[in-house]
């Protein structure tokens, strides 16, 4: 298994500033990815981090707006950038894990964030 | 058309009851399917992996029609600490990303 910690686990942002979120594995993991949850909604798929190269995005998700970061196998972080009130949201980072015999993605606490 | 859908339920059930919901997936070359649950504000955990066979494990009984592209989930025998939001999630190719349905919140009461 893994163990995923996510620093804030929340903030109250102003309009305009940009928060950055830290995801911190305890093994090293070839897949990570970033997901955001809006209130009474389920999981979206923001993109995928990839280490020594660009992150992946979705569709309706941009490098200018979601810069992320992955410079090692156990460490991401995603910036929100030029917060509105509609990125209040949870934020969580996941791994893909291959265990003995089952494969399983592991999701960090999250990071709740308000956009005032 | 969304992806995967879900009865969002609420299913309020007494203790002892049987509850069974499911969910449905649009893409027919979808390869792999989890349930996943989530508690009031904590993040989603794998419940089961969902096979083709169907499978069990305890009082969770999960079961997959591919030509009817559903998935079901029984919960026998219910306990108030079964109470969260079951996430169907679905992978659709061998990039491991997933995607989840809405959820169906299930209360079981006293």
């Known amino acids: 298994s893994a163990v995923i910690s996510q620093k804030p686990s929340r903030d109250i942002c102003q309009r305009g500033t940009s928060l950055t979120i830290q995801c911190q594995v305890d093994?090293?993991?070839?897949?990570m990815f970033w997901y955001r949850q809006q209130p009474g909604q389920s999981l979206t798929l923001i993109a995928t981090?990839?280490?020594?190269?660009?992150?992946?995005?979705e569709s309706g998700f941009v490098i200018d707006k979601f810069p992320i970061s992955r410079p090692n196998l156990t460490f991401s972080t995603l910036t929100v950038s030029n917060m509105s009130p509609e990125d209040s949201s949870i934020y969580l980072c996941?791994?893909?894990?291959?265990?003995?015999?089952?494969?399983?993605?592991?999701f960090g606490p999250g990071t709740r964030l308000t956009v005032t | 058309r969304k992806e995967v859908e879900q009865d969002p339920g609420p299913f309020n059930v007494p203790e002892g009851a049987t509850v069974a919901f499911n969910c449905t997936y649009s893409n027919s070359a979808s390869q792999s399917f989890f349930w996943y649950r989530q508690d009031c504000r904590k993040e989603p955990k794998l419940l089961m992996s969902?096979?083709?066979s169907g499978n069990e494990d305890g009082r969770f009984t999960a079961q997959l029609n591919r030509a009817s592209q559903y998935i079901s989930l029984l919960i026998r025998d219910s306990k108030l600490s079964d109470s969260a939001t079951y996430l169907c999630?679905?992978?659709?190719?061998?990039?491991?990303?997933?995607?989840f349905g809405a959820g169906t919140t299930v209360t079981v009461r006293a």
């Open positions: 981090a990839n280490q020594g190269s660009e992150a992946t995005y």
């Open positions: 996941s791994v893909f894990s291959h265990g003995s015999g089952s494969n399983e993605q592991y």
């Open positions: 999630v679905v992978n659709i190719g061998n990039d491991y990303k997933l995607s």
């Open positions: 093994s090293q993991v070839t897949m």
């Open positions: 969902v096979y083709s």
